[in-house]
């Protein structure tokens, strides 16, 4: 089974290479395989191609049975298999209506699988993650239907943002949360996906509802979310705090320029908004949970290490200073940061390989582990909370 997910998971890297070679003819840089074919699919390839495919699998993992009486579901695997066969398409020399009806069936089947967990267990944050596919299918039937992309970015975008809160949304529930808080990120999912659907017919009011749904989900989770207790911690827990916590901050940058700016497709503000939204809140994200998710997924372990901060840091830093460069539409600084942007996510793969490869850090002489013994077992339970 291990090998059937590997199989499953590397559309998901190919599709993210392409969207990075992409991204750097976007920038009007030489990329190391030039392909306009790859700059007009690159929203699409990223976020349903690559992420897309990453939840799907997650999800089907998550919904093996639970009990030897509890049935299995070999559909499950239709979502990321679907989706990653999409992403493959888009970046093949292929009619682009291959890759699309790909996109929609692995859509379609994504929300099957939410239903699924709604099935087995009703709550919050299995209708927030479902409202997330729902836009999936969404993003994937407009985008077939030839929409431009810049027109169901907000689609995209929520998808996303759902997928990611619907899962902090479960975690929040470790502690005690007030009822009210999961009501709150529930009303602020339905307001994202309405958002979203007025943005295609009135622009301007679909913007504002985007943006301020937006900024009301980023004061629940830092409100509420573990990571403010985590990041006191130490070791993955507090890397995976620092991670979100980051997170939520340039959600927030999005949500504003959407609440103030209105309505855009593009320019430095359509590039200011995505961006922020795809790496300064997704790939944040998953480079918190990659230390968790893909032990789950591959049975394979990726011990955390502290050089894992160096790329971190690398992405929030070159993404501030594209920002900053769309702000003053500065087009090298932005080409500058892009670059940097790009190197950030390669640097995280090769840490996470690397880390892969060597296991687990050696641990400490006999004598030294008497003492760190109870704090280790501490930060294992704060690694399963964060």
Known sequence: MPTVRLVLLLPAGVAMLAGLDAALTLLGLTAPVPSERLADVHGPLM?????GTLVALERAVALAPATAGERARPWAWAAPALLGAGALLLVAPLPLAAG????????????????????RRADDAIAVQGLGALATVGAATLWAADVPVPHLAPWLVTFLVLTVVGERLELMRIAPVPAAAGRGVVAGACALVAGAALALVWPAVGSAVLGAALVGLVVLLARFDVARRTVRGTGLPRF????MLGSF???AVAGGLWMVGGPTTSGPRYDAL???VFLGFVMSMVMAHAPVILPAVLRRPLPYRPVMYV????????????VLGDARDA????????VGNVVAVLTFVVVAVTSVLLGPPARPGARAD????????AAGALEVVA
């Open 100 to 119: 699309r009806v790909c996109l929609v069936a692995g859509s379609a089947v994504l929300v099957a699988l939410y239903r699924a967990a709604w099935r």
């Open 274 to 276: 995505l961006h922020a």
């Open 47 to 51: 976020v349903l191609g690559f992420v």
């Open 331 to 338: 087009a090298v600084v932005v080409q500058v940061a892009g």
């Open 370 to 377: 008497r003492t760190p013994a109870r704090s280790d077992a």
């Open 240 to 243: 995976m705090a620092v991670a």
């Open 311 to 322: 790329p971190l840091t690398l992405l929030h830093v070159t993404l501030l200073l594209r």
């Open 249 to 251: 901050t340039w959600l």
